[in-house]
């Protein structure tokens, strides 16, 4: 366990040295110190660079270090001094446009001429504009009725791809024991296939209803929203004999953010602006698999 605030760049490339003297530069003008860490973590895929910093960044400079990294082709993580890489035992993610490159359900609406209507709601819920999640399951939901089942397993095999570094991502924490957890307000049709093709421990998901082989416009049962992403959270922490900030946790949505506040690192993956404000890391250029470096 670091006694200091640690950044972490990622990268694809290699890290230019005029990141380090930016960064460095810009703590000065903050009125803080920053200082490389030598230490070397390799990975076959990324390159990675290491600062400590012994102050509190304020939401306004992570912000801006980011920024600044992102002008230099480079991801940037913050890990807080408390936290323990080799304690963590969970990793929970979200599934639509984290773990996979497509929101299931605007797909599924694509079949239908519906996907403008039903992508609309999916966007201004994700980035936090509209605050019911259930609510907005249920009313894009809804426009899915009558469509044929079939359009389920259409989606899957036509369009659905798991995200860079997905699947290296689960092999590696799979193998070091980790509960890994896929907790989504998507579908079940679709958790329970990635369950079975990349291993994950558990899923959880909303159900649609199908009756004659369509879809009724109905979800059966309680809506997995942001709320009950973090309950499953807690109890595959529970599981675990663990705590929360023993988790790694990932997603792009506003309805993310319960499940990712308190967690030993969030990450923020491809995300909504108001997911990056608040999470650790945020992945806009690495693969989903650059979290191992976090927890290494």
Same mark, same amino acid.
């Given at each position: 366990?670091?006694?200091?605030?640690?950044?972490?760049?990622?990268?694809?490339?290699? #890290?230019?040295?005029?990141?380090?003297?930016?960064?460095?530069?810009?703590?000065?003008?903050?009125?803080?110190?920053?200082?490389?860490?030598?230490?070397?973590?390799?990975?076959?895929? %990324?390159?990675?660079?290491?600062?400590?910093?012994?102050?509190?960044?304020?939401?306004?400079?992570?912000?801006?270090?980011?920024?600044?990294?992102? +002008?230099?082709?480079?991801?940037? +993580?913050?890990?807080?001094?408390?936290?323990?890489?080799?304690?963590?035992?969970?990793?929970?993610?979200?599934?639509?446009?984290?773990?996979?490159?497509?929101?299931?359900?605007?797909?599924? &609406?694509?079949?239908?001429?519906?996907?403008?209507?039903?992508?609309? #709601?999916?966007?201004?819920?994700?980035?936090?504009?509209?605050?019911?999640?259930?609510?907005?399951?249920?009313?894009?939901?809804?426009?899915?009725?009558?469509?044929? &089942?079939?359009?389920?397993?259409?989606?899957?095999?036509?369009?659905?791809?798991?995200?860079?570094?997905?699947?290296?991502?689960?092999?590696?924490?799979?193998?070091?024991?980790?509960?890994?957890?896929?907790?989504?307000?998507?579908?079940?049709?679709?958790?329970?296939?990635?369950?079975?093709?990349?291993?994950?421990?558990?899923?959880?998901?909303?159900?649609?209803?199908?009756?004659?082989?369509?879809?009724?416009?109905?979800?059966?049962?309680?809506?997995?929203?942001?709320?009950?992403?973090?309950?499953?959270?807690?109890?595959?922490? +529970?599981?675990?004999?663990?705590?929360?900030?023993?988790?790694?946790?990932?997603?792009?949505?506003?309805?993310?953010?319960?499940?990712?506040?308190?967690?030993?690192?969030?990450? &923020? %993956?491809?995300?909504?602006?108001?997911?990056?404000?608040? &999470?650790?890391?945020?992945?806009?250029?690495?693969?989903?698999?650059? +979290?191992?470096?976090?927890?290494?």
């Amino acid at each position: 366990m670091s006694k200091h605030l640690t950044l972490v760049a990622l990268a694809n490339t290699p #890290i230019p040295a005029q990141l380090n003297t930016a960064l460095i530069e810009h703590a000065k003008v903050l009125g803080i110190q920053i200082a490389i860490d030598e230490r070397v973590l390799s990975h076959s895929k %990324y390159f990675t660079s290491r600062w400590t910093c012994t102050q509190v960044l304020m939401p306004e400079a992570r912000v801006a270090m980011r920024d600044i990294a992102a +002008a230099h082709n480079t991801d940037l +993580a913050f890990l807080s001094p408390g936290f323990k890489p080799g304690e963590v035992k969970v990793l929970a993610m979200d599934m639509d446009s984290t773990l996979i490159n497509i929101e299931c359900i605007d797909e599924i &609406a694509d079949f239908t001429g519906k996907k403008a209507a039903v992508s609309e #709601i999916t966007e201004a819920t994700m980035r936090g504009e509209i605050k019911d999640f259930k609510e907005s399951l249920r009313r894009r939901v809804a426009l899915l009725a009558g469509v044929s &089942a079939d359009v389920l397993e259409s989606v899957y095999r036509e369009r659905l791809r798991p995200n860079p570094g997905a699947s290296e991502l689960l092999a590696a924490a799979n193998a070091r024991g980790l509960h890994t957890l896929l907790v989504s307000g998507g579908f079940t049709f679709f958790t329970e296939k990635l369950q079975q093709e990349l291993g994950f421990k558990q899923t959880q998901a909303n159900t649609l209803e199908i009756i004659d082989g369509k879809l009724t416009g109905k979800v059966i049962g309680e809506i997995v929203d942001g709320a009950a992403k973090a309950a499953y959270l807690e109890g595959a922490c +529970a599981l675990m004999n663990c705590h929360k900030s023993n988790s790694i946790t990932m997603g792009d949505g506003s309805n993310d953010l319960p499940m990712m506040h308190g967690s030993g690192i969030s990450i &923020a %993956y491809r995300a909504k602006p108001i997911v990056k404000e608040k &999470a650790g890391a945020a992945f806009d250029r690495v693969g989903l698999d650059a +979290a191992l470096l976090l927890i290494t």
